[in-house]
Antibody, heavy 119, light 108 residues
Framework: EVQLVESGGGLVKPGGSLKLSCAASGFTFSSYAMSWVRQTPEKRLEWVATISSGGSYTYYPDSVKGRFTISRDNAKNTLYLQMSSLRSEDTAMYYC????????????WGQGTLVTVSA | EILLTQSPAIIAASPGEKVTITCSASSSVSYMNWYQQKPGSSPKIWIYGISNLASGVPARFSGSGSGTSFSFTINSMEAEDVATYYCQQRSSYPPIFTFGSGTKLEIK
């Protein structure tokens, strides 16, 4: 059974930093591209970052480029999201998601970890 | 960036009624996926590649469309279908994923 368990969320002040983790199990982690997707308080879903299976390629939307960094440790079956220069509009539930072998969508999602950016 | 316009935002259907949700893309897309999200839970892939049902999805659900116009249909509404449904597409390269704004489905 595919399991994705996020951790690391919390309350942070504007301009601060936070690192999220996602522990994966139930599949060969190193074979799949992975992503982070967030859901705003208004329930809007926003793609945040994607990393290739081997970790060589990363992709971001303009809204987080230069502020967020996605990475992975295939030996530890763990995905990360380093977030810096956080803004109030980054407040959201952050989900770790696994792609299918053809990475056009998000085949499995974790339960999410909440990030709140507020003074 | 391709924008997805989903409608309606909210729809209420009676048990047994047919439900259709539409997703319009600002430019032609090749892949369209749909997700179901119930309150307090994570989204789940429901339909992928325009018309393929994810594992365990009942046959009363279907997806169709091409180019810029896509639809999601429930043939016969059931109480367990109450949820919010989102469409999603991926641009070719660089990969950019976008979601529709969601359709909240309620039961009458």
């Amino acid at each position: 059974e595919v399991q994705l368990v996020e951790s690391g969320g919390g309350l942070v002040k504007p301009g601060g930093s936070l690192k999220l983790s996602c522990a994966a199990s139930g599949f060969t982690f190193s074979s799949y591209a992975m992503s982070w997707v967030r859901q705003t308080p208004e329930k809007r879903l926003e793609w945040v970052a994607t990393i290739s299976s081997g970790g060589s390629y990363t992709y971001y939307p303009d809204s987080v480029k230069g502020r967020f960094t996605i990475s992975r440790d295939n030996a530890k079956n763990t995905l990360y999201l380093q977030m810096s220069s956080l803004r109030s509009e980054d407040t959201a539930m952050y989900y770790c998601a696994r792609h299918s072998l053809l990475p056009t969508g998000f085949a499995y999602w974790g339960q999410g970890t909440l990030v709140t950016v507020s003074a | 960036e391709i924008l997805l316009t989903q409608s309606p935002a909210i729809i209420a259907a009676s048990p047994g009624e047919k439900v259709t949700i539409t997703c319009s893309a600002s430019s032609s897309v090749s892949y369209m996926n749909w997700y179901q999200q119930k309150p307090g839970s994570s989204p789940k892939i429901w339909i992928y590649g325009i018309s393929n049902l994810a594992s365990g999805v009942p046959a009363r659900f279907s997806g169709s469309g091409s180019g810029t116009s896509f639809s999601f249909t429930i043939n016969s509404m059931e109480a367990e279908d109450v949820a919010t449904y989102y469409c999603q597409q991926r641009s070719s390269y660089p990969p950019i994923f976008t979601f529709g704004s969601g359709t909240k489905l309620e039961i009458k």
